[in-house]
């Protein structure tokens, strides 16, 4: 289909364009970026008062399938991604079971072409069965699909198995996603503190980030492996991750919008919404992650979507399965903390378009030119949101079978900025915002 959206203020974070224009699509491919007066379009989208801009790219997303289908399908967080204008998005190994066939591998990115809401890029177990003790077959998850290896949340307790996948993977030019986090250090509820001693909650100390950390970086100096470091969560190891870009080490990272935004002291009086991974901690570690994805320290921000059951977060709060719904919510918080921060727009969208896109590499294949840019030739891959509306999130609103979320306007009281018109993925209209009830505000 030939799409027009027309009079937009067409924002590319990767090469600097800002403007208002029209933008023309054909054959999935953005043909003209400008005034398009010769165009025959099929569909017009009025962008007047919109800013346009490329699909979001989440790097951390749980789809909840294969194995995990009553926390969610493949169909409605794939919706969800939409709703939210990404337009890219990559999901960890550990669904059920774990990825780390290449049948499995390949079945899902089938079923996500089919939906055509969303491109899905794979991670693969850098362990059988994530069980830290033996590599997978690496070459053959590559050629399935993967973009990289990961272990999830399961730490890997045996430094030898550690440092032979960061060597073969060095070998072969993979990128190795970790999570820094000590296997025995890291066995706690909430973050270390005051809130956790006051909640009687077992902590979770920053150095189980920052011993892993230093394991980390003393192997990537050996083996020269790509590493990416998923969900920072403290300004100690915001410290060691500058340390390390000033070193050289080929080391990226992100941070969830979870950290971004909350502390310890929200989660008030044991509220399940608030048990996630990492724990939330103390005001100068959130002050240090938006201090770090500002000046570029930390590449990327990430929903973290982990969709939960209802039954398995309404307990207890140290018996509440950790995770939150936030596919729908990414450019919302993004926008939040631009503005917070006193960034430009360009800025503030960089951090989940085109900083995503260089994490990725040469591991898009044929859309590393164009992914998370607007170019005319380019594939249109495109978020159109409205700047100016202010929506409360309702959790039974959400497209995502997980309902979950920390922030809900019933939990925070806070009006998020931002609302997706309508997304683009590859040409074909994903998703677009239902029309106001006729008499509504």
């Known amino acids: 289909m030939k799409i027009l959206i027309r009079n937009g203020r067409v924002v590319d974070p990767a090469s600097g364009r800002d403007e208002t224009a029209d933008i023309a699509i054909a054959s999935g491919r953005i043909v003209s970026i400008g005034a398009a007066t010769a165009f025959d379009a099929e569909r017009v989208i009025d962008g007047t008062g919109l800013v346009v801009a490329p699909g979001l790219v989440d ?3 749980r789809l909840r399938e294969p194995g995990q289908e009553h926390e969610g ?8 991604a939409a709703a939210g204008g990404v337009t890219g998005l990559v999901c960890p190994p550990d669904t059920d079971p774990v990825l780390d066939e290449p049948g499995l591998v390949e079945m899902l990115k089938f079923r996500a072409r089919k939906l055509s809401r969303c491109r899905v890029f794979p991670l693969g177990a850098l362990t059988r069965g994530l069980q830290g003790e033996a590599l997978t077959e690496m070459a053959e998850l590559t050629e399935a699909g993967c973009i990289g290896f990961a272990q ?3 730490p890997i307790t045996d430094n030898l198995v550690l440092l032979r996948a960061l060597q073969y993977a060095a070998t072969f030019g993979y990128t190795v996603w970790l999570r820094p986090l000590d296997a025995w250090l890291g066995k706690g509820i909430a973050a270390s503190g005051a809130v956790a001693t006051r909640l009687g909650l077992s902590g979770v100390p920053v150095v ?4 892993a950390l230093h394991t980390l970086f003393e192997m990537v100096r050996v083996t020269g492996a790509r590493v990416h470091l998923c969900r920072l969560s403290s300004a100690a190891g915001v410290a060691l991750l500058r340390a390390a870009r000033a070193e050289g080490l080929p080391v990226t990272a992100d941070v969830s919008i979870n950290n971004l935004h909350l502390t310890d002291v929200d989660i008030g009086y044991f509220n399940p919404d608030m048990r996630l991974l990492p724990p939330l901690r103390q005001g100068a570690d ?5 201090a770090a994805l500002a000046d570029g320290t930390i590449d990327a921000l990430v929903s973290d979507h982990n969709p939960v059951a209802e039954d398995m977060k309404n307990l207890p709060f140290g018996e509440a399965e950790p995770g939150a719904t936030g596919l729908e919510l990414l450019l919302s918080l993004a926008l939040r903390w631009g503005q917070d921060s006193g960034l430009s727009l360009a ?3 960089a951090r989940v378009t085109h900083g995503p896109v260089r994490v990725l590499g040469d591991a898009l294949g044929s859309l590393a030119s164009s992914a998370g840019r607007l170019v005319e030739g380019g594939v249109a891959d495109i978020c159109v949101f409205d700047p100016a509306v202010e929506w409360a999130v309702a959790p039974q609103q959400l497209a995502s079978q997980g309902k979950h979320t920390p922030f809900s306007f019933a939990s925070t009281g806070m009006a998020l900025p931002g609302r997706v018109r309508a997304t683009l993925v590859a040409g074909t209209l994903a998703y677009e915002l239902p029309a106001a009830p006729a008499g509504s505000t």
């Open 73 to 80: 399908m493949l169909e409605s967080e794939l919706t969800a």
């Open 347 to 349: 800025t503030t969208l």
């Open 59 to 61: 790097l951390a997303a």
């Open 286 to 290: 959130r002050d240090a992650l938006r």
């Open 208 to 211: 189980a980030e920052t011993v």
């Open 152 to 154: 999830a949340d399961v």
